[in-house]
């Protein structure tokens, strides 16, 4: 486990370094193609490129990631990263915290109900939904949200939350519920697909005939089994929300992670970027760790596998 | 012998039984299928056989037909009669196997448990597990048992039965119908920015946006333009964009993903799963953007493509990585791996075939991820093209140029809440597109897994049919979508209708005599400048006009000037036509006179002599014959004052310069005749005297290599000229200038110069009209008509576009010296990136020849390419202010005649090819568009 560990937290810091290069890269090359006549090649590009990640990761490793600009006109004024970083980071994740939390209790529970009753009606209509919801792009969602929001507002003459801007109130609550919508549907389809499955194997029948009850049989015996796809399928509509979140967040004049990456790349601020990338992919990539090291855990079987594997 | 054979045999059907039955029993069915046939091959009567056969198919009417088989050879088997109980049993279940979810989404696995009850050997009546993968299913053999009507009508009940595969399937044919006909269906064009446009809507007056109404069904955006049209427009390009990204995807995620999986372990699947874990470790909109801005979102669709199936082929390489790595374990790999077939021909032949119907599958999904993805980004505001910016009165904004759903969502944050219908129908759009792909996929998985399609013919006649498909309404597409082609449906216009009717007006009486001066070029200017008005064109004239005017003088002949070559007796042998044959020059000594003399020919072997060199030079009671090219500058005065009578110059044209240039008031000088004559008319005039034009050359050359000053030769013709000129007189011509201003304020002070001259040569005294209405009636004409088309599509370039007709183009000192010597005010803030000049379109061969810059005539090769008109590099007839432009900007000079004099009598409107000009005018436009439009071009 510990060198599986190890193994992987030297993978993590490799694609660092890739996402370093590739941001270098990407901006350069597109600052370059900005102007008029093209002043390096690709193969110049990338070798600045090379020589910007590796000073870059020097001064990163120092504490220093840099600095931006921000605010317009005669108030703008230097700002560290980090403490772009530092701002933007919080209001991002717990967003996200949030929104994936309801997700997993929604999405999981809607899937138990789902597989129990699976031979009624409410199973096909419950999976009809999250094919809707899964086919749901955030940015319609958004559209929806704020366009019900404000015929409700016109109709009534009150708002139910606000439609934008950053609060950790009933802001909150548009820009969760977009964000939640995928992850949501993907949680509950996978949690009643898997749950179907161990329902219908022969030791749930035993279990059955043994005189347990349902709520014991799955809670001892089916869902255990059914755990590690939910994990996966955390981690997946991790990823799912993650692709969102820009998206959201620039909608919803959310000032997160997102919405100030995208402002960065617009303005090719390759420090900015960097910084926020590194957060974002670090983020993601250490809550799979984690999720890997919860499925060994959960499932002896798999440990085993990879131990050999390994 | 017979015995050993008999054994052989035995032991080969005893082999392949066993075999069989263990492959059934590990579920391995296409293995067992491919045994069993084996041995009824060599026994047909095999009740064995034939009995597990029967269990493994998934039709229950061929399984009714194996146990019916085995009936007739053992009548009385009770394992037959069994399996003939349960195959009935299964067919009066209905030819589905019962389901409580008829909508399920992804339940392989919940269904497994209900293929046991339909597929377990009747013989051992022991359930065996199907291992059910996630819609793949092992190939099945094809029976030799004739299938017909009743598996077809199996088929169809399953989709029939199938809610989103026809969901799914309705709206993907939507879509794929919208993208080949949307944009026949638009009732607007989207490529139009009619800003300035104002709407009565409830009594009040009022500015674009437009909300939904009559006249737009589904409102505009900000610009005016027409969002259902925008759409229908947009689901092609959007789609084509979507299917490429797709294909790419796919492609390169098969490739790595069956490398990975065949190799699993080594090297190259580690660098795979490396690769696509570092791709997913940033959100795919992030890394995309940076992908398409790093290679310039400027060049349009290609850009998207690129990016998006760059980072997004992970998932597919995943899925094909894991069957390959189940399926490689498989004892029919082994068996193809010991008839000899290498890593590839197993690849192709027996994995891949296994992969497909899924990849299919897959390929659905992927083309609403894909989908979506470029709902997001244009939703952030990277869309194809990038668009362009324009001022507004409230700063500079972004608009897209090229009609796309993602593109029509740029705009929702800033308009979403107070006029939602901008971006809540492309939103829409791309939702129920989203859906309809995942629900055919889904559709399609369940067919698959219900119906266990046959790979094997999948491979050989139905994929080759659909691919086939796939690629033709590709072609299809291609061929008529991307920034250039969908340039080309704005080009592919032309009304011939008009052009007839502009070319009439400009040859008609009142029109007839353009030369400056004269009453028809003032008439043929206004018939211009309103054709401008027409078209909307700004004035680019000077004041608040079109005309730029500028002052010159002309005189012009009151009698019919004489050219005749005469006998020994003074009768006339041959008599010239006067501007075909020869013309009038009025430089410096040129005007009027009469002589009758005998010919001398003079030759020269430099360009400069000084005055002493002409020592011996007697020209007294001659007229003198010499190369327009061979002669030194001013000669013609050196001629006069050596004796002279009147002066012959060969040259390629002849034609009347009428124009008198600074200094020479012929009036106040001693003046001559001076004509210019074509080399065939200066053949004529030498024939009685034997010689030819040819030899004269020859002894030119001959004199330089001797190096003689120059010579004289005597030619024993006498020849007649007659001149008599009319006043000088003092006139105004009027250029013609109409702008249409760029709508791209980081282009706009771009110019681009379409340009045509307008003058003819004219009535001679005797009452001979030279139309013009080739040279150059017809190339205006093409040039009104491009600007009524822009107009009319409301077609806004990026770069201004200057649409010029000049006056006196064929001067020495033409509008175009006038246009430079007085520029314009904006002239001078602008900077001229390409002339076009149009000259002489109206009639000659199919090409269209072209001269100039390389740049632009690659352009224009392109263009003529997607109209269907050939393209010959080589110059037309060079107008005299040729030089002026290619010394300023690049320049292409267009023409389809060839330079030729003989025709100028006959110059008429209905002599034009019409349909030719068409062809030009919309290959000219073509390029036009592009330059006007295209950073790069």
Known sequence: MGRFVLRRLAFIAAVCVAIVFFCTFGLRMSVNSISARPRYDVLETARYAAQDTVRYFSRALRGDLGQTRQGTGASSRWVPVTTVVRDTYGKSMGLLAFSLFIAALFGVVAGIIAAVRRHSPLAIIMLTLTLLGISTPSFFAALLLQVGEIQWLRTFGFRLVPVGGFGWDSHIILPALVLTARPLAQLARVTYMSLNDTLEQDYIRTAAAKGLSRLQILRTHAFRNSAVSILTAVGVSLRFALGSLPVVEYYFNWPGLGATLLDGIRNRDTSLVLGLALALGLTFMLINLALDIAYRLIDPRLREANMTAE | ?937
């Open chain 2, 1 to 937: 012998m017979a015995d050993s054979y008999d054994v052989d045999r035995e032991q080969q059907i005893a082999t392949a039984l066993r075999l069989g039955i263990a492959a059934a029993k590990a579920g391995r069915r296409a293995a067992a299928q491919r045994h069993l046939q084996q041995v009824l091959q060599l026994d047909p009567n095999n009740v064995s056989a034939l009995l597990w056969l029967a269990g493994l198919l998934t039709d229950p009417w061929e399984s009714l037909e194996y146990v019916q088989r085995a009936l007739a050879v053992e009548p009385g088997n009770e394992r037959a009669l069994a399996a003939l109980k349960w195959v009935q049993q299964r067919l009066g279940e209905g030819d589905i196997p019962p389901s409580a979810l008829a909508f399920t989404a992804a339940p392989a696995v919940a269904e497994s448990g209900k293929e046991e009850e339909i597929t377990p050997a009747p013989a051992t009546a022991t359930p065996h597990r199907v291992p059910a993968r996630a819609g793949v299913r092992p190939a099945r053999m094809p029976v030799e048992a004739p299938r017909g009507a009743r598996s077809g009508r199996f088929a169809w009940r399953v989709v029939l039965r199938n809610g989103p595969f026809l969901v799914g399937l309705v709206i993907v044919l939507a879509l794929l119908f919208l993208a080949l006909f949307g944009p026949r269906l638009a009732t607007y064009n989207p490529y139009l920015t009619s800003g300035q446009t104002l709407e009565m809507i409830g009594g009040k007056l009022v500015g674009p946006p437009f909300p939904p109404g009559e006249k737009y069904p589904l409102g505009t955006d900000q610009w005016g333009r027409d969002i259902y049209s925008t759409l229908l427009w947009g689901a092609r390009n959007t789609l084509t964009a979507c299917l490429f990204v797709t294909m790419a995807r796919l492609l390169i995620g098969l490739t790595l993903g069956a490398l990975a999986g065949w190799y699993e372990g080594k090297l190259i699947d580690r660098v795979v799963m490396g690769l696509i874990e570092m791709m997913t470790s940033l959100p795919l909109l992030l890394v995309g953007m940076i992908a398409i801005f790093a290679l310039d979102i400027r060049r349009g669709i290609g850009v998207f493509i690129i990016a998006l199936c760059f980072v997004g082929w992970g998932e597919i390489a995943q899925y094909v990585r894991s069957e390959f790595m189940t399926l490689r374990q498989r004892p029919f790999v082994e068996g193809a791996r010991v008839i000899g077939l290498n890593d590839l021909e197993m690849i192709v032949r027996h994995l891949l075939p296994n992969v497909l119907p899924s990849l299919v599958v897959l390929a659905l999904l992927e083309m609403g991820a894909v989908l979506m993805i470029l709902g997001e980004l244009g939703f952030v505001g990277v869309f194809i093209g990038g668009g362009s910016t324009t001022e507004t009165l409230s700063g500079n904004e972004t608009f897209a140029t090229i009609p796309e759903w993602g593109a029509m969502l740029a705009g929702a944050r800033r308009y979403a809440r107070s006029t939602p219908w901008m971006v809540f129908y492309p939103a829409l759009a791309i939702f129920v597109s989203v859906l309809g792909f995942n629900f055919l996929s889904e559709g399609l998985r369940r067919i698959i897994r219900e119906t266990g399609v046959n790979t094997a013919a999948l491979l050989s006649t139905r994929m080759i049919l659909v691919v086939a498909l796939i690629s033709g309404v590709t072609y299809y597409i291609v061929e008529n979508v991307g920034p250039a082609k969908s340039y080309a449906n704005l080009a592919l216009r032309f009304d011939e209708e008009r052009v007839r009717e502009d070319i009439r007006v400009l040859c008609d009486e009142e029109h007839l005599d353009r030369r400056v001066g004269k009453e028809g070029a003032q008439a043929a200017a206004d018939y211009i400048a309103a054709q401008f008005q027409a078209a909307g064109l700004e004035w680019a004239g000077k004041g608040q006009s079109y005309f730029q005017p500028w002052e010159t003088r002309v005189a012009y002949p009151l009698e019919q000037p004489e050219l005749a070559l005469l006998d020994a007796d003074g009768q006339v042998v041959t008599r010239f036509q006067h501007q075909v044959d020869f013309g009038e020059r009025l430089t410096r000594h040129g005007g009027s006179g009469t002589a009758q003399a005998p010919l001398l020919f003079v030759g020269f072997s430099r360009q400069s002599y000084d005055y002493a060199a002409f020592r011996g030079l007697d020209l007294r009671g001659r007229i003198v014959l010499y190369f327009a090219d061979n002669a030194p500058t001013a000669f013609d005065s050196e001629a006069l004052i050596r004796g002279a009578e009147g002066i012959l110059i060969i040259d390629e044209e002849a034609r009347a310069m009428n124009q008198l240039v600074a200094g020479g008031v012929y009036m106040e000088q001693p003046s001559l005749p001076i004509f210019h004559i074509t080399p065939a008319a200066a053949n004529r005039l030498l024939e009685p005297a034997g010689l030819r034009v040819d030899e004269l050359r020859a002894r030119i050359e001959k004199a330089q290599e001797e190096e003689e000053e120059w010579f004289t030769q005597e030619v024993d013709s006498q020849v007649r000229m007659s001149l008599v000129m009319g006043p000088v007189e003092e006139v105004t011509a009027y250029n013609v200038l109409g702008m249409m201003p760029g709508a791209d304020v980081t282009m706009n002070d771009e110019l681009i110069i379409i340009s045509a001259h307008y003058d003819n040569l004219g009535i001679d005294p005797d009452g001979t009209a030279f139309v013009g209405a080739n040279d150059n009636a017809a190339s205006v004409a093409l040039l009104l008509e491009i600007a009524r088309l822009w107009s009319e599509q409301e077609f806004r370039p990026h770069r201004s576009v200057l649409f010029a007709v000049w006056a006196g183009g064929q001067m020495p000192y033409s509008g175009v010296h006038a246009y430079f010597d007085n520029p314009l005010i904006y002239a001078s803030s602008m900077e001229t990136v390409a002339v076009f000049q149009l000259d002489r379109l109206g009639r000659g061969g199919g090409a269209l020849l072209v001269d100039g810059d390389r740049n632009l005539i690659d352009l224009l090769r392109r263009s003529a390419d997607t109209v269907g008109v050939t393209v010959a590099e080589e110059g037309g007839a060079r107008l005299p202010y040729q030089n002026l432009w290619e010394r300023r900007a690049s320049t292409l000079l267009l023409s389809r005649e060839r330079p030729a004099t003989s025709y100028l009598l006959d110059d008429t409107a209905d002599k034009l090819d019409l349909v030719g000009m068409s062809k030009a005018g919309q290959a000219i436009n073509l390029a036009l568009i592009t330059i006007g439009r295209e950073v790069h071009y």
